[in-house]
């Protein structure tokens, strides 16, 4: 069985101050691991992806995302949060075998950032 | 390159009415997948399709129904809408070969309300 939990449904922090938003997720195989954000109104956009090379993971937006095996978690961070963050962020599971795929989307995160 | 294009962005419907949706998926992107997104449940997967099959389909009841056309083009339909039927309705392609570990691109989606 596969899920996804993000343990905060919203988040919210000063401009200039870190950001972190938590994924952990279940899966019976090696899955990839994907964080999009959705501005209202919106379609989702990537954020950035782990697909089993490297575990800390760079994306867009000076967003990047560590995945830890042994925790189960793929947790989100950006060291300075800016106001145009301000958003909905998802963690995606991705898990395929042979005849097989499955795209698993967490509940959301929003992030609100005060100026 | 243009990204994933849906229509209509926005329309209105009565109870009992039918609805179509259409996607086109980034160029070269030949599976298209579907979800639907309210507040109350979240990101829905409904149905991928690729190179014109249904590969997956999600938990919704047949009212719900979809199609690809050769180029890849999809439609999705709901027929005689219901009140909970009001929702985002957003299109995803991807790229082939790449199921599982590729990302999805999303278009910006058609917002239906039925009233």
């Known amino acids: 069985a596969q899920s996804v939990t993000q343990l905060d449904s919203h988040v919210s922090v000063s401009e200039g101050t870190p950001v972190l938003l938590r994924c952990n997720y279940s899966s019976s195989y090696s899955p990839s691991l994907f964080w999009y954000v959705q501005h209202p109104n919106k379609g989702l956009q990537l954020l950035l992806k782990y697909t089993s090379a490297a575990t800390l993971v760079k994306g867009i937006n000076g967003f990047e995302a560590e995945f830890k095996k042994s925790e189960t978690s793929f947790h989100l961070t950006k060291p300075s949060a800016h106001m145009s963050d301000a958003a909905e962020y998802f963690c995606?599971?991705?898990?395929?075998?042979?005849?097989?795929?499955?795209?698993?989307f967490g509940p959301g995160t929003s992030l609100s950032v005060i100026p | 390159k243009a990204g994933v294009t849906q229509t209509p962005r926005y329309l209105i419907k009565t109870r009992g009415q039918q609805v179509t949706l259409s996607c086109s998926p980034i160029s070269g992107h030949r599976s298209v997948s579907w979800y639907q997104q309210t507040p109350g449940q979240g990101l829905q997967f409904l149905f991928e399709?690729?190179?014109?099959?249904?590969?997956n389909k999600g938990n919704f009841p047949g009212r719900f129904s979809g199609r690809q056309f050769s180029n890849s083009r999809s439609e999705m339909n709901v027929s005689t809408l219901e009140l909970g039927d009001s929702a985002l309705y957003l299109c995803a392609s991807s790229l082939p070969g790449q199921r599982g570990t590729g990302e999805l691109f999303f278009g910006e989606g058609s917002r239906l309300t039925v009233l």
């Open positions: 995606v599971v991705r898990t395929t075998k042979t005849s097989y795929d499955k795209v698993i």
């Open positions: 399709y690729f190179s014109e099959t249904q590969r």
